[in-house]
């Protein structure tokens, strides 16, 4: 009888991989494609969408930048407390203001590794595509407050990764997640625990 076949022992740490930018930019369709890989390769992985995370967890928030932030603070929480237990976590989510995306990140380097993703799609592109129907609402006035239109939206200044979805197929952009994150995983910092993330409350 042949040997039975031992998957790879995960890492004792994990990492979080932020992948931010407009609405319609492409940031849901190359973390779920890059996520697809890492399964295959039998590794522990989570995608967290933000617009589902937002309808379980962030029910009752809306779009105000308070609320924003709060909402992504609440994604970043989550995100960290898998990182801890060794999970590669790939957050979509359009985070568009850079001071909470960076507390985020130092909240979840105290138990592992991360890696922001700036999906940098121009904004003719996201018009275009359109996926939620979020532009052609705003342009009929029905909606106010779309991020990179009426509201804000603050690249990172210096993302580990810049993708343009405009200029290469969501396959290309998933495997140059892949090429960078290598042996990020083996890299990153050892895991102290969920409880590094509650700071000192008991």
């Known amino acids: ?4 076949t ?6 004792d740490h994990g990492i979080t991989v932020w992948f931010t930018g407009l609405p319609s930019a492409g940031k849901t369709t190359v ?8 399964a295959e390769q039998g590794r522990r992985v989570e995608v967290l969408d933000g617009d589902l995370v937002r309808a379980q967890l962030s029910r009752g928030l809306g779009f105000s930048k308070a609320d ?3 909402n992504i603070r609440r994604i970043g929480y989550v995100a960290g407390l898998l990182t801890g237990h060794g999970v590669t976590v790939l957050v979509s989510a359009i985070s568009p203001y850079r001071a909470i995306r960076d507390e985020v990140r130092a909240a979840v380097e105290r138990v592992g590794g991360f890696v922001e993703v700036h999906v940098a799609t121009d904004l003719a592109t996201c018009r275009a595509r359109d996926v939620k129907g979020l532009y052609a609402r705003h342009a009929r006035g029905e909606l106010r407050g779309l991020t990179g239109v009426d509201d804000p939206y603050e690249p990172p200044l210096a993302p580990e990764l810049r ?4 200029a290469e197929s969501p396959e290309e952009s998933a495997a140059r997640v892949l090429e960078l994150l290598g042996d990020r995983t083996a890299r990153a910092a050892p895991t102290r625990g969920a409880q590094a993330l509650l700071g000192s409350r008991p």
């Open 1 to 4: 009888m042949a040997p039975a």
């Open 6 to 11: 031992v998957p790879p022992r995960p890492p």
């Open 31 to 38: 973390a779920d494609l890059v996520g697809r890989r890492l």
């Open 68 to 70: 924003r932030d709060e």
């Open 163 to 166: 993708l343009d979805t405009a």
